[in-house]
């Protein structure tokens, strides 16, 4: 049995533990089996070899879980604003990029999605 447990990843802090870098969107959950201690760590550092965790697999798989269920809540989110009537119109600070022509209704739709 592995001394580290991955427990999983989350935004629940926005710091590393390990280095201190601040502003984390995701930190990672791990717990130490011999002491029983949870820390969390930025991803960069939960996975350096260094560090010894080896949960590199695991811990790359969670973040591909979170990616594809955060693609997902956009697509459904985009399907509701479209039915809704939303539309979506040039950005005119970022020439070929677009943005949602009614922020609010769009913030609504993925609240839902």
């Known amino acids: ?16 533990e390990c280095c201190g870098k601040q502003g ?4 990672v959950w791990i717990e130490d089996c011999e002491t029983n201690e949870i820390r969390h760590f930025g991803t960069t550092c939960a996975m350096a070899p260094a560090k010894g965790f080896t949960l ?19 697509a459904r989110a985009y399907q ?3 039915q809704k009537g939303g539309r979506c119109v040039a950005n005119p600070d ?4 677009f943005i949602h022509a009614d922020p609010d209704l ?8």
Do not use: T
């Open 56 to 74: 590199d697999l695991e811990i790359k798989a969670e973040m591909r879980r979170l990616d594809e269920v955060q693609k997902s809540r956009f």
């Open 1 to 16: 049995m592995s001394r580290f447990k991955f427990l999983g990843i989350n935004d629940d802090k926005s710091h590393c």
């Open 80 to 82: 509701a604003y479209r």
């Open 106 to 113: 769009w913030k609504d739709c993925l609240a839902a999605a």
């Open 94 to 97: 970022k020439p070929g990029y």
């Open 24 to 27: 984390l969107k995701r930190v």
